[in-house]
């Protein structure tokens, strides 16, 4: 299956996705049925291995499928997102791990992530040939109602202090908690998961220092550049394409409804002969290709860099530690302007765009739920990338956005 495949499949999906959306909104979650259709279309396997029948996409194309899905519904994007985007981290913890992800049939994304920031409750002791977990909820758990595995981010003690250790639990020794009532991305199901008991003990192939995964120090046997390219402009790329989707599907909407609507309080008849209504658009076209052509040049950038590594010959750690400081914070712009797209979009589509029914106040919740993600907070972002430009190491901190796994080494 290719990608144009999988994006025709999703096109003739997307009507059924976007009826589907208020239902899947009250219930606070996708129906299987949805995950079925999903899967169905490719959607699922765009970042999963090709040695297990996975299509392996590039990053550019998986970008092209999770905007594609986020125009019909974002919650149905973040959920084929979040089921991408996340395939790194199984692929970096080596191949009993991997074997164990994508070698059984299933229907749904492969796994979920959990508290990798990390703000994690969740906490891991070594023992002999394995881990003890305890703590928890791990919240925010996206893709853990339909997934085999999730993936807990836990603290643990080592000889140098504490660290994170990423430790990949299946489903049946969870238990998700009914917490996910929130403002918009209401489908993704994005519940707290705790343990089934009051302690888990977890095998050691299962458990991996985070900071290893992060620097793919574990080799993955995996044979395809994708599992060479560097993690954050995956995954950043690709979350980017959520709020480019869900901007381009609002504008879609708009012009399909404003035909012959008059605009009151003028002697406009048709909102869309009004110049008012020209300029509006020329600057919600503006902010979304400014995302649209930033995003798609780091998704390249990540898949040349990808093929740079598979080759031996990696960018070194300056170029990297820059590129990924400036994939999340462009990632953040991309989601600040796509926003504010959708909120002129919302602005003038007169007051029925509050019902629940209409996508573009839908679009205009999901979009702003983008902009407040844990990875996304565009002044800290700004910050450490202005630190490196300025010739200055960005703030270290742990977790799944860490910049300092590419500082270069100290001059002696």
């Known amino acids: 299956m290719t990608v144009t495949t999988v994006?025709?499949?999703?096109?003739?999906?997307?009507p059924t996705l976007r009826e589907r959306a208020v239902d899947a909104e009250r219930a606070g979650r996708h129906s299987d049925e949805t995950i079925a259709n999903l899967h169905a279309t490719g959607?699922?396997?765009?970042?999963?291995?090709?040695?297990f029948g996975g299509l392996e996409l590039s990053v550019r194309e998986q970008l092209d499928v999770v905007s594609e899905v986020s125009k019909w519904d974002g919650s149905a994007g973040w959920t084929v997102w979040a089921g991408a985007?996340?395939?790194?981290?199984?692929?970096?913890?080596?191949?009993?791990?991997?074997e164990e992800v994508y070698g059984p049939a299933w229907v749904g994304p492969r796994v979920a992530g959990s508290?990798?920031?990390?703000?994690?409750?969740?906490?891991?002791?070594?023992?002999?040939?394995?881990?003890?977990?305890?703590?928890?909820?791990?919240?925010?758990a996206s893709d853990s109602l339909w997934s085999p595995f999730t993936n807990l981010g836990c603290i643990a003690e080592g000889p140098d202090g504490p660290f994170l250790v990423a430790?990949?639990?299946p489903r049946d020794e969870l238990r998700f908690l009914d917490d996910w009532h929130v403002a918009g991305m209401r489908a993704t199901g994005s519940v707290s998961a705790t343990l089934a008991g009051g302690e888990l003990f977890v095998p050691d192939y299962r458990g991996v220092d985070f900071g290893q995964i992060a620097r793919a120090s574990i080799d993955s046997g995996l044979s395809g550049s994708l599992w060479k390219a560097p993690t954050l402009g995956w995954a950043f790329s690709t979350m980017a394409g959520m709020s480019i989707g869900i901007a381009q599907g609002a504008l879609e909407r708009f012009l399909e409804r404003s035909a012959g609507r008059p605009i009151r309080g003028t002697t406009y008849k048709n909102q869309l002969e009004?110049?008012?209504?020209?300029?509006?658009?020329?600057?919600?076209?503006?902010?979304?290709?400014?995302?649209?052509?930033?995003?798609r040049a780091n998704a390249e950038e990540t898949d040349r860099l990808g093929q740079l590594a598979a080759t031996g010959t990696p960018a070194d750690g300056e170029y990297m530690q820059h590129f990924s400081a400036r994939v999340l914070m462009e990632t953040a712009y991309a989601a600040k302007w796509c926003a504010?797209?959708?909120?002129?979009?919302?602005?003038?589509?007169?007051?029925?765009a509050i019902m629940d029914f209409e996508?573009?106040?839908?679009?205009?919740?999901?979009?702003?739920?983008?902009?407040?993600?844990?990875?996304l907070n565009l002044e800290a972002l700004s910050e450490n990338y202005g630190r490196l430009m300025a010739g200055v190491q960005p703030h270290l901190v742990g977790g799944i956005t860490t910049l300092d796994r590419f500082a270069p080494a100290p001059a002696k």
Do not use: C, Y
């Open 340 to 352: 504010e797209a959708i909120e002129l979009i919302q602005r003038n589509s007169g007051s029925t």
């Open 274 to 295: 009004a110049p008012l209504t020209h300029l509006m658009l020329a600057e919600v076209h503006s902010k979304i290709q400014s995302a649209v052509l930033m995003t």
């Open 85 to 98: 985007s996340t395939n790194w981290i199984p692929a970096g913890m080596g191949p009993q791990v991997i």
């Open 359 to 375: 996508p573009i106040q839908r679009s205009w919740r999901d979009a702003r739920i983008v902009t407040l993600h844990g990875a």
């Open 167 to 169: 430790l990949q639990v």
């Open 7 to 14: 994006l025709d499949n999703v096109r003739a999906l997307g």
């Open 115 to 140: 508290s990798h920031f990390p703000a994690s409750r969740g906490r891991a002791k070594e023992v002999d040939g394995g881990w003890i977990v305890s703590g928890g909820p791990w919240t925010f």
């Open 43 to 51: 959607a699922f396997d765009i970042g999963s291995p090709a040695e």
